[in-house]
């Protein structure tokens, strides 16, 4: 960056609306339950999780329960 003026804060609940909007992109890409599928909610879970826990935001702010509960069970 060339200037100062250029750098834009970002601020937590900016954050929390960017992850929650990604993560409903990624939950309505059906309802099909396959073990594919499961997989990767998990896996997408865990990483939108990661950042949230990164940036000081609450995963259970903006997943479903029934991917908490998933995340909950795998770590177990």
């Known amino acids: 960056m060339s ?20 993560y409903f992109a990624s939950a309505s890409n059906g ?7 499961e997989n990767y909610r998990v896996g997408f879970a865990a990483a939108l999780s990661s950042v949230a826990l990164a940036v000081g935001v609450n995963p259970e702010s903006f997943l479903a329960p029934e991917d ?7 770590t177990r």
């Open 3 to 22: 200037n100062v003026s250029d750098i834009k804060p970002w601020f937590r609940e900016d954050l929390a609306r960017t992850l929650m909007s990604i």
């Open 31 to 37: 309802t099909q339950r396959t073990s594919d599928n």
């Open 68 to 74: 908490i509960q998933r995340l909950r069970s795998t």
